[in-house]
């Protein structure tokens, strides 16, 4: 490692990092990272503080992963599969605009921030155009849930709604309800596109 740090990939040892122990009165080697005062959102991969040994194993011992949480959201912090959800762009309420980025996924925290602003920026690219066609949100959001281009007629609509049904229904794929949710969405996108003045 540069700079001559010297990382334990064993036990999560630094040495040699010039950092002091964070402890008040301590002037101990800080060479044990823990969460610091902001968890890792919006804003950044959150903070760190850094402990000598003696310190950290204290922090340790009263440190509340869950601390803050609600009863639902530590639940769902213990489920098996936390954090392997995934949901199809169109069908999340921020189209995954505004959400943070998952910080573990980067190397560096300038490429999330970079993809995300890309993100943005065709976001804000497709409002543009939607405006510029008549379009309002509520039309937009279901072109979206649709997986439609602003330029689609009736005729492509109709096409992808019986599409959309074909997969989603618990009658076309043996039972399985798991999509229900999906279905409804289709559902009120299509009714709410074949309805709209501002879709011909």
């Not at 949480?69 to 069908?91: C, K, N, Y």
């Amino acid at each position: 490692m540069c700079n001559g740090v010297k990382q334990d990939k064993f036990h999560g040892r630094v040495s040699n990092s010039g950092r002091i122990c964070n402890a008040p009165g301590c002037d101990e080697a800080g060479e044990f990272r823990a969460p610091g005062a902001e968890r890792p959102g919006f804003d950044g991969p959150g903070t760190y503080r850094w402990f000598c040994l003696d310190h950290v194993r204290q922090f340790n011992s009263g440190y509340d992963f869950f601390a803050g949480m609600t009863p639902d959201e530590i639940l769902a912090a213990q489920s098996p599969i936390a954090g392997w959800e995934t949901h199809t762009r169109a069908f999340r309420p921020d189209a995954g605009i505004d959400q943070a980025p998952r910080w573990n996924d980067f190397a560096d925290p300038l490429e999330a921030i970079a993809r995300r602003a890309r993100a943005r920026k065709v976001d804000h690219e497709a409002a543009h155009e939607a405006a510029r066609r008549g379009f309002n949100p509520e039309d937009r959001a279901a072109f979206e849930a649709l997986g439609l281009s602003f330029d689609a007629d009736r005729h492509a609509l109709r096409r992808r709604y019986a599409d959309l049904v074909r997969r989603y229904h618990p009658d076309h794929n043996g039972g399985d309800r798991s999509l229900e949710d999906k279905l409804q969405r289709v559902v009120k996108a299509y009714d709410h596109l074949r309805h709209s003045p501002a879709f011909r």
